[in-house]
């Protein structure tokens, strides 16, 4: 859900760090963009290279004053999953009209027809980031491959004598770090892959009459709270 910030509630933020789900410092605040009513709708990074890049507040994060930029593929992932995961029981509850004699053919085939197009153009995006998310996974495998091979290059050097235990334990320390953030986001991914292709192959089930009754009433009376 995008943060929602007017450019006076977001100004304090300029030049705070920012980093990614997994703690990956991505840069700090250098400035935002905002609309004619003075929401802002885009910030402004600059990394560490010096380069700038801005990012929709769709992908900022704002929980505790602590600033992170989310996941592009989860978040495009998580969209497209529910779009889809809709559009499949849309068309599953029109078929079962259809079974029940509820609507006539020629209803069903005018809802059908959007349906189907719908359907094939969120399963061919779901398919898109599928393949982006597999990218960065095999980019993700590389990287723990490189850290195994650091982490044994280190402990032979350490058993040899070649470096101390404080290096070491340096060493072993980042190592460790950045493999808690690699599978972190790794497992991450892995869930979304896995929930693009099971929407893929097959529909989700339709929620029995009471079931969608009882959400739909629990919507209604739904209250949300918003922390400061």
Not at 63 to 68: A, F, G
């Amino acid at each position: 859900m995008m943060s929602e910030f007017t450019v006076a509630e977001f100004v304090r933020y300029v030049s705070k760090q920012v980093r990614d789900p997994y703690g990956r410092l991505v840069g700090k605040i250098a400035a935002f963009i905002s609309d004619a009513l003075s929401n802002v709708k885009t910030v402004v990074l600059e990394h560490g290279d010096g380069e700038f890049n801005s990012y929709s507040m769709d992908y900022i994060s704002i929980e505790n004053d602590i600033v992170k930029v989310l996941s592009a593929l989860k978040v495009e992932a998580s969209k497209v999953a529910g779009e889809l995961a809709l559009a499949w029981k849309k068309s599953l509850a029109l078929e079962e009209l259809l079974e029940k004699k509820e609507i006539t053919s020629e209803i069903y085939e005018h809802f059908q027809s959007q349906f189907n197009t719908t359907l094939k153009e969120l399963k061919d995006r779901a398919s898109e980031i599928l393949d982006k998310i597999k990218g960065r996974i095999a980019e993700l495998e590389s990287q723990i491959k490189v850290l195994q091979l650091a982490t044994t290059s280190a402990k032979i050097s350490y058993r040899i004598g070649e470096i101390d235990e404080s290096y070491f334990n340096s060493i072993m320390n980042m190592i460790q770090t950045g493999m808690n953030r690699i599978t972190s986001e790794k497992k991450d991914l892995e869930a979304s892959a896995n929930e693009l292709e099971k929407l893929l192959t097959s529909p989700p089930e339709l929620p029995k009459a009471g079931e969608a009754e009882e959400e739909a009433e629990d919507l209604g009376a739904l209250v949300v709270h918003v922390k400061d």
